[in-house]
């Protein structure tokens, strides 16, 4: 497949489907087990971070499975030791834990905005590796991606950002800001990289260029990377319902219902709507007269043909042969081999 083709829609959703169904069974498993997983999103704004977020936790349980997207740290925060505000949303036994964003802000947007001094950036540097080895010794699952989306898509969704209504809280002056620093962030990324991509805690590199095969792509490797076992689901039956005939419901009049506006929407549907729903009815008249016109234009040669025939038989008749065609003339052509 070529890497500009996109994935077609249909496929997109049927493989998205069965892996979310592979997910709940991770959740299962991480439940019953009491495994702890942590799973590290990072990349450049608008790498498509939220989007496969989205996409792994949209049909988890939400008591054991949290996404943790902190705020810039309080002044408070600031005087603590750096990895303490994260350590306090690391995952208890059967719990998923995703960072959109993590301690690795140091390593980024702290290190190019100047939000934290060079001897802080070293520090970060030297210590993470052993913070996550720690993590990881503890029996924690962790597992790190780098979203990594080029300029030209970037611009692209930022775009789609400033003029959609719906996706304005998307961006930030923070996130322009960061755009003018391309090659810094470029150089931040590689220093990061080249101190924590170690054999213990690597990094996976995705390509999130198109939003849909980005998700794919990441959900399928993140399944290979957990041990999970397919725990069989233990089926409850529904009881009847308790039954108390003392029982008197209040009544509903006497209640305040929300009013069903789905009424008034489907009652004052769209005329544009319609116009198109009757543009689309075939018109079954002049589909008739065309289909007739059609048949015509065919049994037409057919009648001349056949008038011929009969001119042609009756001349037999009178003792007169019909004129011979060209092909009963000619004689069969011989055939060379080139």
């Given at each position: 497949?070529?890497?500009?083709?996109?994935?077609?829609?249909?496929?997109?959703?049927q493989?998205?489907?069965?892996?979310?169904?592979?997910?709940?069974?991770?959740?299962?498993?991480?439940n019953?087990?009491?495994?702890?997983?942590?799973?590290?999103?990072?990349?450049?704004?608008?790498?498509?971070?939220?989007?496969?977020?989205?996409?792994?936790?949209?049909?988890?349980?939400?008591?054991?499975?949290?996404?943790?997207?902190?705020?810039?740290?309080?002044?408070?925060?600031?005087?603590?030791?750096?990895?303490?505000?994260?350590v306090?949303?690391?995952?208890?036994?059967?719990?998923?834990?995703?960072?959109?964003?993590?301690?690795?802000?140091?390593?980024?947007?702290?290190?190019?905005?100047?939000?934290?001094?060079?001897?802080?950036?070293?520090?970060?540097?030297?210590?993470?590796?052993?913070f996550?080895?720690?993590?990881?010794?503890?029996?924690?699952?962790?597992?790190?991606?780098?979203?990594?989306?080029?300029?030209q898509?970037?611009?692209?969704?930022?775009?789609?950002?400033?003029?959609?209504?719906?996706?304005?809280?998307?961006?930030?002056?923070?996130?322009m800001?960061?755009?003018?620093?391309?090659?810094?962030?470029?150089?931040?990324?590689?220093?990061?990289?080249?101190?924590?991509?170690?054999?213990?805690?690597?990094?996976?590199?995705?390509?999130?260029?198109d939003?849909?095969?980005?998700?794919?792509?990441?959900?399928?490797?993140?399944?290979?990377?957990?041990?999970?076992?397919?725990?069989?689901?233990e089926?409850?039956?529904?009881?009847?319902?308790?039954?108390?005939?003392?029982?008197?419901?209040?009544?509903?009049?006497?209640?305040?219902w929300?009013?069903?506006?789905?009424?008034?929407?489907?009652?004052?549907?769209?005329?544009?709507?319609e116009?198109?729903?009757?543009?689309?009815?075939?018109?079954?008249?002049?589909?008739?007269?065309?289909?007739?016109?059609?048949?015509?234009?065919?049994?037409?040669?057919?009648?001349?043909?056949?008038?011929?025939?009969?001119?042609?038989?009756?001349?037999?008749?009178?003792?007169?042969?019909?004129?011979?065609?060209?092909?009963?003339?000619?004689?069969?052509?011989?055939?060379?081999?080139?």
């Amino acid at each position: 497949m070529s890497k500009k083709q996109k994935l077609p829609k249909h496929i997109y959703e049927q493989e998205l489907e069965r892996l979310q169904l592979e997910l709940v069974y991770v959740q299962r498993w991480a439940n019953k087990t009491k495994a702890r997983i942590v799973i590290i999103f990072e990349g450049r704004d608008a790498a498509g971070k939220g989007g496969v977020i989205k996409s792994i936790t949209e049909r988890l349980n939400p008591r054991t499975c949290r996404t943790v997207a902190l705020p810039v740290p309080t002044e408070k925060e600031k005087t603590q030791w750096y990895f303490q505000r994260y350590v306090a949303h690391l995952p208890s036994a059967g719990e998923i834990v995703i960072f959109d964003r993590s301690w690795y802000n140091r390593a980024g947007v702290e290190r190019v905005m100047g939000f934290c001094t060079e001897k802080e950036h070293e520090d970060f540097m030297r210590d993470c590796p052993d913070f996550e080895a720690m993590l990881i010794r503890s029996g924690i699952i962790l597992i790190k991606y780098w979203f990594s989306v080029s300029a030209q898509e970037q611009k692209r969704r930022f775009q789609s950002r400033i003029s959609d209504p719906s996706k304005n809280w998307k961006i930030s002056p923070m996130d322009m800001q960061a755009r003018q620093h391309w090659v810094d962030y470029s150089r931040a990324k590689d220093t990061m990289l080249r101190y924590t991509d170690t054999k213990l805690s690597p990094w996976y590199i995705v390509d999130s260029d198109d939003k849909a095969k980005s998700r794919i792509n990441c959900i399928s490797h993140l399944l290979t990377l957990i041990p999970y076992e397919i725990i069989p689901y233990e089926k409850m039956a529904l009881k009847p319902l308790q039954r108390d005939d003392s029982y008197i419901r209040k009544p509903m009049s006497e209640q305040t219902w929300i009013p069903d506006v789905t009424s008034a929407l489907m009652q004052a549907e769209d005329p544009l709507t319609e116009r198109k729903k009757a543009k689309k009815k075939p018109n079954k008249k002049k589909k008739a007269k065309k289909k007739s016109q059609e048949q015509s234009k065919l049994e037409a040669p057919k009648a001349e043909d056949q008038a011929e025939e009969l001119d042609g038989q009756a001349i037999a008749k009178e003792g007169e042969s019909p004129i011979p065609s060209i092909e009963e003339n000619e004689e069969a052509p011989v055939q060379t081999q080139e």
